[in-house]
């Protein structure tokens, strides 16, 4: 493992960052550009690229971020694959899905109810496609706990104020913490044999408001702030309400899966240290 040079597209992102730290290597070039791409990859010659960039904004993908969604994720996976010869993590999520019957194994067929859905399954059959052999599409949802903004900081930030927090109970899915999903797919890299396709992400399937009941325990809030709504929040795009990830490759094949218990002690640890 010592000796691979492994490379990250989005590496400033949610999940690209940590990879950062556990010393993998920025590929420097904007998606959108295969030239850049093609530089890139040839003044860092990797290993293996994990390809995390991504435009992700659910929302924005349904009106003024479609274009740059397609390019994005679409096309600059085209190019990544392209330009490359080795080993491509590539990043996919739940919401390939329409969550009607959720949670969901590798073999369920996906059926997207979203622009960004519809990108990501594109980009999937994308890696699928060019079938080098080594490839692996990594699918996985809820990330919490790195660089940016995310569901939990967004409840704690409501908690925090003191404010009344409604949070919906139709959305179920499973919270994975970033640092634990970076730790799986290290280890996913050492298989000589890797799957093609692997659902990775936190063990419980729990819907939004369960999680948020167990973000303001953890963090030491009443949880009567917490308001449960069977309604969808004021969103764009559709989500798929019953979705998640079945784990059972992942277990079989001893890769580290942690609760959401375990993972927002893990974060609370992070931040309480600073």
């Known amino acids: 493992m010592e000796d691979k040079i492994i490379a990250v597209t989005g590496y400033e992102g949610r999940l690209g960052s940590e990879f950062i730290k556990l010393g993998c290597v920025p590929l420097e070039c904007n998606l959108f550009f295969g030239k850049q791409i093609k530089e890139a990859i040839e003044a860092v010659n990797p290993d293996v690229i994990i390809h995390c960039g991504a435009v992700t904004d659910v929302d924005g993908c349904e009106d003024y971020f479609f274009q740059d ?12 694959r392209n330009f490359f010869d080795g080993q491509v993590i590539h990043m996919s999520t739940d919401y390939i899905f329409d969550g009607r019957n ?18 990501k399954n594109a980009s999937e059959e994308v890696i699928r496609e060019f079938n080098f052999p080594r490839d692996i599409i990594v699918r996985t949802t809820i990330l919490y706990g790195g660089n940016k903004p995310d569901f939990v900081t967004k409840i704690l930030d409501q908690l925090k104020e003191g404010k009344e927090v409604t949070v919906t109970t139709s959305l179920i899915g499973n919270p994975t913490y970033v640092p634990h999903l970076a730790e799986a797919i290290m280890k996913l890299i050492e298989f ?27 963090f030491g809030y009443p949880e009567e702030q917490l308001v449960a709504t069977g309604k969808h929040m004021n969103e764009m795009a559709k989500r798929p309400p019953k979705a998640g990830l079945k784990l059972h490759l992942a277990r079989a094949l001893g890769l580290p899966l942690y609760s959401a218990e375990e993972g927002l002690k893990a974060y609370k640890e992070k931040l309480d240290a600073g």
């Open 192 to 218: 000589q044999k890797p799957p093609r396709i692997v659902n990775i992400s936190g063990t419980d399937c729990i819907s939004r408001y369960k999680f948020a009941t167990m973000i303001a325990e953890t």
């Open 69 to 80: 969604a397609m390019k994005v994720n679409i096309r600059g996976t085209q190019f990544v």
């Open 102 to 119: 959720g949670p969901y194994s590798e073999e369920d067929k996906p059926c997207p109810i979203s622009h960004y859905g519809w990108t």
